[in-house]
Structures are given as structure tokens and as C-alpha cells.
């Protein structure tokens, strides 16, 4: 099992820059591809972004690609999701989420992390 906390949410301005963390537990967080989600008020979840386990390969979204950069640290078992270029649509809460799957990074996730909350104001 894998338990995922992320951090590094608030408060920024459009046009700024944060950067999300999510801490995994477990020895095998190597072998789970590590996405990202976004949930926004009245609005269905929506993928962010993934970084697979097998060769680290990336898939964005449209809506962030270019402006949002994910990587991962096996050695430390965090994976990261840099955002810059900020706009106020990017308001949401932010889920990081664990699989097992290494080819199609946009399916089914097996572990979820509790959210963190991204305010960016106009």
C-alpha cells in the first residue's frame, strides 16, 4: 500500500509560480507511476499530469503543458509538480495519486493523497 501526502499549496498571484510536493510511504515507489489531478469548485476532477515509473517518461495535460513540470525523486520517494505562469483557472484543489500502470498515465489511479489547495488570484 502506498499513503501519499502532498504539500507546498496556497495563496499566489496570476503570473506567479508554486511548487507541489508529494511524500509517499512505502519501499516500492519507484514501481508507481505518480500523477497529478486537479479538482476545481463545480467542476469534474480533471488530470494535471504524470510522470511514469518505467523510464520517467511525462504526459500534460493542454491546458498546462509548457507552463506545469512534474519530476520525481526515488531516493527520497517524492514526486513534484512545478507550476509557473499561474492563471486564475488553475484555482482548484490539487490531488496527487499513485499506479502501478506505466504506459497510459491518464486511466485509473490506485492510491490518492488528501489535496492541497492552489489560490490564484486575478
Known amino acids: 500500500q502506498v499513503q501519499l501526502v502532498e504539500s507546498g499549496g496556497g495563496l499566489v498571484q496570476a503570473g506567479g509560480s508554486l511548487r507541489l510536493s508529494c511524500a509517499a510511504s512505502g519501499r516500492t515507489f519507484s514501481t508507481y507511476s505518480m500523477g497529478w489531478f486537479r479538482r476545481a469548485p463545480g467542476k469534474e476532477r480533471e488530470f494535471v499530469g504524470a510522470?511514469?515509473?518505467?523510464?520517467?517518461?511525462?504526459d500534460y495535460a493542454d491546458s498546462v503543458k509548457g507552463r506545469f513540470t512534474i519530476s520525481r525523486d526515488n531516493a527520497k520517494n517524492t514526486a513534484s509538480l512545478q507550476m509557473n505562469s499561474l492563471k486564475p483557472e488553475d484555482t482548484a484543489v490539487y490531488y496527487c495519486a499513485a499506479t502501478p500502470r506505466s504506459v497510459y498515465l491518464r486511466g485509473e489511479y490506485d492510491y490518492w493523497g488528501q489535496g492541497t489547495q492552489v489560490t490564484v488570484s486575478s
Open positions: 510522470v511514469s515509473w518505467r523510464e520517467g517518461r511525462t
